[in-house]
């Protein structure tokens, strides 16, 4: 399995830890692609920054991640995520059939992930909050997500 992702993904360096999730820097974003064993999907990933404390703050970015996600029209089948654990951290995720990968389609969704994150960030957080936000992203910790979880319906 890793060998066939190194090659579809087109680094040498590409490698998966014992859980199934490699980590790519694309421009400014670091995208992850998890594939746990028995996966019948990969799931690009990209952190986008944690929830406000503050409930109104809290509320504009929830409503404008639900408003990115309807239909999954605007991202182009990629949707906002909460992380599972609770911790308020937002990832863009986009989930790919693991059967007949192709590595164009992979590279263009890591690529496209990677574009996407900044202002995407920047419309959830606003434009005020655009540096503090841009620290916030890079911080955010790569999904540790179950064999389950990737097999649910994105």
């Given at each position: 399995?890793?060998?066939?992702?190194?090659?579809?993904?087109?680094?040498?360096?590409?490698?998966?830890?014992?859980?199934?999730r490699?980590?790519?820097?694309?421009?400014?974003?670091?995208?992850?692609?998890?594939v746990?064993?028995h996966?019948?999907?990969?799931?690009c990933?990209?952190?986008?920054?944690?929830?406000?404390?503050?409930?109104?703050?809290?509320q504009?970015?929830?409503m404008?991640?639900?408003?990115?996600?309807?239909?999954?029209?605007?991202g182009?089948?990629?949707?906002?995520?909460?992380?599972?654990?609770?911790?308020?951290?937002?990832?863009?995720?986009?989930?790919?059939?693991?059967h007949g990968l192709d590595?164009?389609?992979?590279?263009?969704v890591?690529?496209?992930?990677?574009?996407?994150a900044?202002?995407?960030?920047?419309?959830?957080w606003?434009?005020?909050?655009?540096?503090?936000?841009?620290?916030?992203?890079?911080?955010?910790?790569?999904?540790?997500?179950?064999?389950q979880?990737?097999?649910?319906?994105?």
């Amino acid at each position: 399995m890793e060998a066939e992702l190194r090659e579809l993904v087109g680094h040498a360096a590409f490698a998966l830890t014992a859980e199934g999730r490699g980590v790519l820097t694309a421009g400014e974003a670091t995208v992850v692609v998890d594939v746990p064993a028995h996966a019948r999907h990969v799931v690009c990933s990209t952190g986008l920054g944690s929830l406000p404390s503050d409930p109104a703050a809290r509320q504009s970015v929830v409503m404008a991640a639900l408003q990115y996600n309807m239909f999954l029209a605007e991202g182009d089948g990629a949707a906002v995520a909460a992380h599972p654990n609770g911790d308020g951290s937002l990832y863009l995720c986009y989930r790919l059939p693991l059967h007949g990968l192709d590595g164009t389609l992979l590279a263009n969704v890591i690529a496209n992930l990677a574009a996407r994150a900044g202002p995407l960030a920047q419309r959830l957080w606003g434009l005020e909050a655009t540096a503090a936000r841009a620290g916030a992203a890079a911080e955010v910790p790569a999904p540790a997500l179950s064999s389950q979880f990737m097999n649910l319906r994105a």
